[in-house]
């Protein structure tokens, strides 16, 4: 149902005159409502941004799936045998800490051959080696410091990984990065323009460096963001602009590689480093499971 002028009216009101609460403004009370952004430029214009963060994860947007899950479901789980990667080369970008471990893990359960996970931190990556390693010793893990940003240490890695295992499988370009969370004036050039650096530059610099070492028939799956496509969310302009574009990207790999499978995806809400800077600005989604 389309808002009428009337209904915008009402929540104007209510909103100024203190009526309406973020009970009232839930899920259940909007659902027949289209989020629109007039609706949401009517929170932006009334309330402050610690209170408008707690309404917008309990509103609808326009979503590419019908289900929502939080946590694995049967179809993915990674022991199925139609989803063994056994015989599979694969590679991690910011494999040490964050999603990146769990990423892993989950091809180390499907039976992946090798996995070799980059990063900027040894001891995380070490760490992380320790751990799959001990769970699954049938899988190889490989650790790489290498940063994304530098295009030239990408393609030495991705030789070594090459000379190493041979040709690569699939690609995960999972490392990002999110600048801090103000509006436009209020950031940081220099931290804003790091979003374009690792989330757009680095995807940039994956793909190039992965294409001469890939296998026929490759996959590259980029760990996108649903902020990317949400009409707007406070104080993450460096983060969805720069993960729109990452997008992007991937969607011309897709066709200047048709042999590759090319996939787009939100890994849902995850404890991490990069998640608990966005909880720390008050923008507190509901989590889903990592494991
Ligand atoms: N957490 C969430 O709820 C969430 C939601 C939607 C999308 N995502 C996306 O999921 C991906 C992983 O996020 P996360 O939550 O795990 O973030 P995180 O906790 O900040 O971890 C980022 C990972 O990327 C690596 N990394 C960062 N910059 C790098 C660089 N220049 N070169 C190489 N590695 C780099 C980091 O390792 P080093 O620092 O050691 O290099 C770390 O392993 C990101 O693309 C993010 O946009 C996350």
Redesign the pocket.
């Known amino acids: 149902m389309e808002m009428k002028d009337e209904d915008i009216r009402s929540i104007r009101d209510g909103v100024h005159s203190g009526i309406l609460s973020r009970t009232a403004f839930s899920y259940r009370s909007i659902k027949s409502l289209k989020f629109t952004p007039q609706l949401l430029a009517i929170y932006q214009s009334t309330l402050p941004l610690h209170e408008i963060f707690p309404i917008l994860p309990t509103m609808a947007f326009p979503s590419p799936v019908k289900t929502f899950r939080d946590d694995t479901y049967p179809s993915i789980n990674p022991t199925l045998s139609q989803l063994s990667t056994k015989g599979k080369n694969i590679v991690i ?8 471990p769990g990423i892993a893990r989950s091809f180390a359960k499907s039976g992946a051959t090798s996995i070799s996970i ?4 040894q001891k ?2 070490l760490q992380t080696k320790e751990a799959l390693s001990k769970d699954y010793p049938n899988t190889k893990i490989y650790t790489y410091v ?4 530098e295009k030239s240490t990408l393609d030495t890695t991705f030789q070594a990984v090459k000379s190493t295992v041979g040709s690569v499988d699939v690609l995960i370009a ?5 600048p801090d969370l103000h509006s436009i004036a209020a950031s940081n050039a220099v931290n804003w323009w790091a979003g374009f650096e ?2 757009v530059r ?1 995807a940039f610099n994956l793909i190039s460096s992965f294409v001469p070492v890939a296998s026929k028939n490759a996959s590259i799956i980029n ?5 990317a496509h949400m009409p707007y969310a406070p104080g993450v302009s460096g ?1 969805a602009v720069s ?1 729109l574009a990452r997008t992007r990207v991937f969607d011309y790999a897709a066709h200047e590689y048709p042999e590759f499978f090319v996939l787009s995806v ?10 608990a800077k966005a909880v720390a600005a008050g923008m507190n989604y509901p989590h889903d499971t990592s494991k």
């Open positions: 970008s910011g494999g040490g800490s964050g999603i990146g980059l990063g900027r931190t995380s990556l290498a940063d994304i940003t999972n490392a990002g990065y999110m690792i989330n680095g760990i996108s963001t649903a902020v983060y993960k939100h890994p849902g809400v995850i404890e991490t480093a990069m998640n």
